[in-house]
Structures are given as C-alpha cells and as structure tokens.
C-alpha cells in the first residue's frame, strides 16, 4: 500500500538509522550550501556574459553579447560593443530573463536563478531515480547528488551545468524508460535537443550517443530498427531543434557554429596538435580522477555492471559516463592549452556533474542497502580488518593517495573523500560501505560551503553602471595587467560601446582601475574594493596546522599575507 508523504516522514522518524539520519542531513547542507551561495560567491566569466544576454534578450528579444574586438592581442586596446550572440546558446539566458522580468536585473537575481536550478536538479534527479529504482535509492542518490562538492561550485559561479545537468538527467532517463516503453525514446529526444540549446558542447554527446545507440538497436534489430516510429520520431525531434538553431546561426553570422569563442580554440588547439594530444591524456586522467570520488567506494559492484554491459541498461549508463568524460577532456584540453587554467578549476566541475547522476545510477541499480548501521560494527570491521596483511596495505596505499591528491595535486575536496575511502575498503556489507561515504562527502562539502570567493570585479561593475557612457574609455593601471576580468564590467557596458586601455598619462580616460594605491591628478577616486578568500573550515583546519608545524616544529619563518585591493577613480568634472 502507498503511504502518503505525511506516513512517509512519520515512518521515517520512527524506524530511521544512522546511515538514513545522514542522508538527510546532506540533503539539508546541500539545499543550504547551495542558498549560501548567494552571498558567498561571486559570478564567474560565464556567468556574467549569460546575465549579460539574458537582459538584452529581456529588453531587446534578441541574444546581444558585447564582443571584444582584438580579444587575447596582449598590450592592444580592448573595444566592448554590442551584437548578435555568437557565443553561447540561447535556453539558460532565456531562462534567466523571466528572472529579471520579475525581480529586475542585478547580480542577486542572477544568483538566485542559478540556485533555484541547482534545486530544481535535486527535485528531478529523485524522481527520475524513483522511477527507475525505487524511492529509498531515489534518497540515497539525491542525498549524495546534493553533497558533491562541484554542484556548489558552478552554482556560485552562476554556470548553467545545473540546468543542462536537469535534462541530461532527463534525457538519460527517458532513453532507459524506453527500452520497456518505446514511446518514452521521443522524450529523450525532447530532452537531448533543449541540453543541446544549453550547452551545445554536450550535444556533440548526444549526436555520438544516438549513433551509437542506433548502431546498437541495429545488432539486435537489424533493419526493423528503421521501423520503429517512436525511434525515428525522436531523431528527427531532436534534429529539428539542432538545425532551427543552425538556421538561426546561418541566418545572422553565416556559419552554424554556436561558439565564436569554442571556434576559436579548436582550431588553435588543431594547430597544435602535439600539445592537444597530451593534454587530452592529462584531461581524461583528470576526469577520471573525479568520478573516481564515488566509484572509489562501490569498485566489486561497478565492476560486476561492467560484465552486463551486453545489456542496454548498462551500457546506456556506462556510455553516458563515459562519453561524458571523453567529451569533457577533448573541450578541457582544447580550452585548458589558450587559456592555461588551474587543473582543477571550473571546466573539470562543470562535465563531470553531468556524469555523477548516470555513475550513481549504475551504482544503485544492483546494491541492496538493506540492514543497518552502527558506528560500533564499523570500528569493529576496520580493527580487523587492519589485522590482515593485505588489507592493511592497501589501506595504507589509499591514504597515501588521499594526501597525495589533496597536498600535490591540490585537489583538497577529492583528497578528503579519498580519506574516507580508505575507511570504506576495511568495511563489510553496502550499507555501511554508504555511511563512511556519506561521512566523506559531508566532510568535503562542508569545506566547499565555507568557502567564500569575493574578488573586486562585481563591485566594480555594480559601481560603474549608471556612470559609464557610450564612448568612454576606462584606462586599467595594474602591477599585473593580466589579472583583470573584462566580463564583469559587461552589465556596466550594456547596449554601449566601450573601450578598454593601459594607462598612460597622455589617456584621456572616464574612468581608471588601478591596482596601486595612488592618487591620479584630475581623477576622484570612487572605491576601494578588497580582494575576499576563504578555503573552508577543513581547508583552514589543515593549513592551520601547516603553519604551526612549519613555524614551531622546523622554525620557519613565514611571510604574512597582504591584502590586496583594487581602486576606481573617475575624472573630475
């Protein structure tokens, strides 16, 4: 008999464990984690442009970007002026400017659009797996969705991996519905072809994917597959939304291509072929690494999927993770050679969220989480386990690669669930393999939450809307001219022309961005902006302890931090 939400929750107090307690204490950090977001985070590059074009669309009914004309030409000017967007896909800023029709346009409302999507990922990735599997995996795979520390990293920084993680998510489900109901295939197309208006990256994945899938059908079915109407329907579904958008594209810049920018490094990676094969091979290994942060924990069960991958349950998810994670290396690499970003950074976290749900499933699919829990059976099965040569030394082996990942590799969130890794092997039954995981990602999203990252651009760019004109030229006088970020000013400069300069005297600037503390003769200054970090409270934790040892144990002598600002001066008069 079916309980009702009220009975549910009735029953959950009464007969939960320790394991249940923690699931749902992730799902509470991770719905407030995510909320905290919006005062702990600033927007990053991707998230100032999708806000940028979200308003015009809202004013304009048109995705006008502000292009940069001479963009990466060191020591020559940068011209900010408008036009039709030839860089990102249209669905995320659609979705952020019924925001601003409510709310009105700010960098709060952006935030808020971008946490309700995380939260609406959570929402979908528990029915999706309920119905699939059931309601109590439905539980435990949205309460380690919520804690996986990258959700809150690209939900800070306003990136729209929540949403195209929302219909990978759907798309994936609705393909392994379909095997028993093939009507449900037509959604997957559905779902495939709006994640390709989110993010045209992952629709090289479904492109492949339906491909392979076909190739697939076509060894069990031969040509019959050709017959199936709802298969066909979800093709041309699917390709009717791929080329609309192409068509668009043709139609304003001649060209399909939905990345002026992604253009741009593909062939400068093509040009460079040797460094793009190597950091392919880094990137994957990268990725890898990521998902190995939950497939650390479940090694015997993923590996007995991978022995029923004939069956298109199985391999549908292993494809999904991994094509996922092919995809992600090519594009990190291709970015990671221009732009030179730290390994770990933004464009890791945001592919491999969208295979954390397909890894999970596979994962639950076959694992019975029946029993319970109890802190005294896992300290006892870890003391015996320590009592064996074999396990002892490997568990030894995997504490080495936890601090390895998160001292070497810098890595700090993937080195603690590491930690708690180590811990899982020395267990016996899933159910408590599950709570020394659940344990690990509470750890390592609590350290992600705490984090704050404040840098002087928003500001800035709050400050300078209203004063900037058509026309005016901001002059940037800085120690390390490299360390601005143009896109924050974007909101600033919106439906203007705007040019962007080294400081020299003979300038006739409106407006200087400076990173010394000096007096400009003929300017005012508007603002002192202060640069604000925070690592997190393990994070702190650990350095902390870094220092003392340094300090009083090895009688290093440390240098003090400075804090570091950013000044705006606009000319008198």
């Known amino acids: 008999m079916r309980l009702s939400i009220r009975a549910q929750i009735a029953d959950f107090f009464r007969t939960a464990d320790l394991t249940e307690w923690l699931l749902l204490i992730c799902l509470l950090v991770g719905v407030l984690g995510r909320i905290l977001t919006i005062w702990t985070w600033d927007l990053g590059w991707d998230g100032s442009t999708y806000a940028y074009m979200a308003e015009n669309f809202r004013m304009n009914g048109e995705f006008v970007d502000t292009l940069i004309i001479n963009f990466g030409e060191a020591g020559t000017p940068y011209i900010f002026t408008d036009g039709y967007s030839h860089h990102y896909p249209p669905l995320y800023p659609m979705y952020l400017s019924v925001f601003y029709a409510i709310f009105g346009f700010s960098v709060t409302t952006t935030k808020v659009a971008s946490v309700v999507s995380s939260l609406v990922l959570l929402i979908v990735v528990y029915f999706t797996t309920k119905s699939l599997y059931g309601r109590k995996k439905a539980f435990i795979v949205t309460s380690i969705s919520s804690v996986f520390f990258s959700y809150f990293f690209i939900t800070g920084y306003g990136f729209p991996e929540n949403m195209v993680s929302i219909f990978f998510v759907l798309t994936i489900w609705a393909i392994l519905r379909s095997l028993e109901q093939g009507e449900y295939i037509i959604l997957a197309g559905l779902f495939a072809g709006l994640g390709y208006l989110t993010k045209s990256s992952v629709g090289y994945f479904f492109i492949v994917a339906g491909f392979s899938g076909l190739a697939w059908r076509f060894y069990y079915m031969r040509w019959l597959v050709f017959r199936d109407k709802y298969y066909l329907t979800a093709i041309v579904v699917f390709l009717s939304i791929v080329v609309a958008w192409a068509v668009r594209n043709i139609a304003r810049f001649g060209s399909w291509e939905t990345s002026t920018y992604v253009s741009f490094v593909t062939s400068n990676a093509i040009s460079n072929p040797g460094a793009f094969v190597t950091e392919f091979f880094i990137q994957f290994g990268i990725y890898l690494l990521v998902l190995f942060t939950v497939a650390i924990y479940w090694l015997p069960q993923l ?175 800085f120690v390390n001219e490299t360390s601005f970020i143009f896109y924050d000013l974007f909101p600033a400069t919106r439906g203007m022309t705007v040019e962007i300069v080294a400081w020299n005297a003979s300038i006739n600037a409106s407006f200087i961005i400076s990173d010394r503390n000096l007096a400009y003769q003929g300017y005012d200054l508007l603002g002192q902006y202060k640069w604000e970090g925070y690592i997190g409270v393990a994070n702190a934790l650990y350095y902390s302890l870094n220092e003392f040892v340094r300090e009083t144990v090895l009688s290093q002598q440390l240098e003090s931090g400075e804090v570091e600002y950013l000044y705006l001066f606009q000319k008198q008069g």
């Open 303 to 477: 590996r007995r999927t991978i022995s029923k991958v004939k069956d298109e349950h199985y391999s549908g998810l292993w494809l999904a993770v991994g094509l996922t994670a092919v995809i992600g290396a090519i594009f990190g690499a291709m970015f990671q050679i221009w732009e030179n970003q730290p390994r770990f950074g933004p464009i890791v976290a945001r592919y491999s969220v969208i295979a954390m749900t397909p890894l999970l499933w596979l994962v639950v699919k076959d694992t019975d989480f029946t029993g319970r829990s109890r802190i005294v059976e896992i300290l006892r099965n870890a003391k015996s386990c320590l009592m064996k040569r074999r396990r002892l030394l490997i568990f030894l082996l995997l504490i080495l690669f936890s601090i390895g990942v998160y001292s070497v590799l810098d890595f700090r969130e993937g080195g603690m669930v590491f930690l708690f890794g180590a811990f899982a092997f020395l267990q016996k039954t899933p159910r408590q393999i599950l709570t020394v995981m659940v344990c690990g990602f509470l750890v390592a999203s609590l350290s992600a939450v705490t984090q704050v990252k404040h840098n002087p651009y928003v500001p800035i760019g709050e400050d300078l809307t209203g004063l900037v004109s058509d026309g005016d030229v901001i002059a940037l006088d």
